[in-house]
């Protein structure tokens, strides 16, 4: 791995988990990829779906193509993670 792709997506993951949905995006373009981080399908599709929800339409481009390369089981577990997370961060 590139340092400056490790760089950016140390980058993207602080904006990400503060709720940035751009750079949620990216993040998990990055995990698809596998540039700057292993490369892992189901965090590709967590953090595009995570994206989406906040707005960022081509997040679906991204969590389709993750979604392609994995079992139902890790979609249906994809989707739960970003369920959680985004419970998480709504407000009570």
Known sequence: ????????????????QRG?????????????LGRGVPQNDQLAHVWCE?????????GLDCRDAASARMTRADVREAYRMAAGWLDAQSPP
């Open 50 to 58: 995570i994206a989406l929800a906040g707005g960022v339409t081509a």
């Open 1 to 16: 791995m590139r340092q400056d792709d490790v760089r950016a997506a140390d980058w993207y993951r602080r904006a990400a």
């Open 20 to 32: 940035r949905p751009e750079a949620q995006f990216f993040l998990g373009t990055l995990y698809y």
